[in-house]
């Protein structure tokens, strides 16, 4: 009866380790909001058994090619129109889980102080993958700077500009580079997260920005196999937590927007 009792003992205290050890969950995403955010409810996955590991990438490719391949679980940094192209363009099949929030994409200058200032000719950058090229060109459309042959085509390039009065030049760049060439051109067109990172404020510095309805949503990515697992639905709960809500509005001061 001892060694009976003694086992139940054992195989009770290994059940209690097991579960405060907890599942491990490896999830990609940029350096601000995303990997701010997840740092942020880390302690609170940890009491509900998710072991949150959190891989930091600066381009936005690698976090879903790993994530498809399985070297990762999911990953925070993409809205839907992107997704959607990269799995068209790759042959993926990755999922949106839930949406956290948005990022108003913005255009920035050094060179100038308005719109109004953009001469004849100026040289514009902008991103050079697809979704984020076409966000860049609706709102310079928005902004009365060009039109599209198709007003509402999300994937639009430089090549699917109907009218274009000011002549501008566009210089399509990888994201990541678009901050390191604010001197060098008139318009600059920035995703808010590499906007932070530079040091520019988008409410206060952009030229030109999306307003608060914004369909871009930055959504929690994974694969269909997992996207229901309860890790990932725990990640996804901390995700649109009333906590997570109060930390973008107060840091992030308008740069990002929560979407739940």
Request: no cysteine; hydrophobic share 45%.
């Amino acid at each position: 009866m001892k060694k009976v009792l003694l086992f139940t003992a054992l195989a009770a205290a290994l059940t209690a380790s097991l579960a405060q050890a907890g599942e491990k969950l490896v999830v990609a995403a940029t350096p601000v909001p995303h990997a701010e955010i997840l740092e942020l409810i880390k302690p609170a996955l940890a009491k509900e058994g998710v072991d949150l590991e959190i891989k930091v990438f600066t381009d936005y490719v690698q976090p879903n090619v790993q994530v498809a391949e399985k070297r990762l679980d999911a990953n925070y940094f993409q809205t839907l129109p992107y997704l959607q192209n990269f799995n068209k363009g790759k042959g993926t099949n990755l999922v949106t889980v839930i949406g956290v929030h948005v990022e108003p994409f913005g255009g920035y200058s050094k060179k100038i102080k308005s719109l109004a200032e953009l001469k004849d000719g100026a040289t514009v950058a902008i991103p050079n993958e697809g979704s984020n090229s076409g966000r860049a060109l609706l709102l310079l459309q928005k902004a009365g700077l060009i039109t599209l042959k198709d007003p509402t085509n999300a994937l639009s390039t430089p090549k699917d500009i109907a009218s274009n009065p000011k002549n501008l030049k566009f210089k399509e760049l990888e994201s990541a580079l678009l901050p390191r060439v604010l001197d060098q051109v008139d318009l600059d067109m920035i995703n808010t997260n590499y906007a932070l990172e530079a040091g520019l404020n988008p409410a206060k510095d952009a030229l030109v920005i999306e307003d608060a309805k914004s369909p871009y949503v930055n959504f929690l990515v994974a694969r269909p196999d997992n996207k229901d697992s309860a890790a990932i639905q725990k990640l996804a709960k901390a995700l649109t937590s009333p906590e997570v809500k109060a930390f973008i509005e107060k840091k992030y001061n308008g740069a990002v927007v929560p979407a739940f």
